[in-house]
């Protein structure tokens, strides 16, 4: 499957924005997705996941009741809105899918064999 991020940019502190990842070449359904981020100088990490089939959705403590994750799967699409940002949101954001990835993996990157191009996501103070 080849995922397509896009929707980054730079906000203020405190605005919103909504990712969104477009996948296409395999049966979207069947894939649990999840956002990871990277800020520059550090480790890749989790934000968000939402799982194939129940779509049960997790997230990083930092994001819980801030950022959302839902998926359309009759468009192929996750997307992630992001409310109140903040500067220590600013990092690049990438999309991750995987087939049959168990929880206990799911804030794992390398427990994901495809992932999107990044989208840069910049909060100003």
């Known amino acids: 499957v080849q995922l397509q991020a896009s929707g980054g940019g730079l906000v203020q502190a405190g605005g919103p924005l909504r990712l969104s990842c477009a996948a296409s070449?395999?049966?979207?359904?069947?894939?649990?997705l999840t956002w990871f981020r990277q800020a520059t100088g550090k480790d890749r990490e989790f934000v968000a996941g939402?799982?194939?089939?129940?779509?049960?959705?997790f997230y990083e403590d930092s994001v819980k009741g801030r950022f959302t994750i839902s998926r359309d799967n009759a468009k192929s699409t996750v997307y992630l809105q992001m409310n109140s940002l903040q500067p220590e949101d600013t990092a690049v954001y990438y999309c991750?899918?995987?087939?049959?990835?168990?929880?206990?993996?799911?804030?794992?990157?390398?427990?994901?064999?495809?992932w999107g191009q990044g989208t840069q996501v910049t909060v100003s103070s």
């Open positions: 070449g395999g049966t979207f359904s069947g894939y649990t």
């Open positions: 991750a899918a995987a087939r049959g990835i168990i929880l206990s993996n799911l804030r794992i990157p390398s427990s994901y064999d495809y």
């Open positions: 939402i799982r194939r089939g129940s779509s049960n959705t």
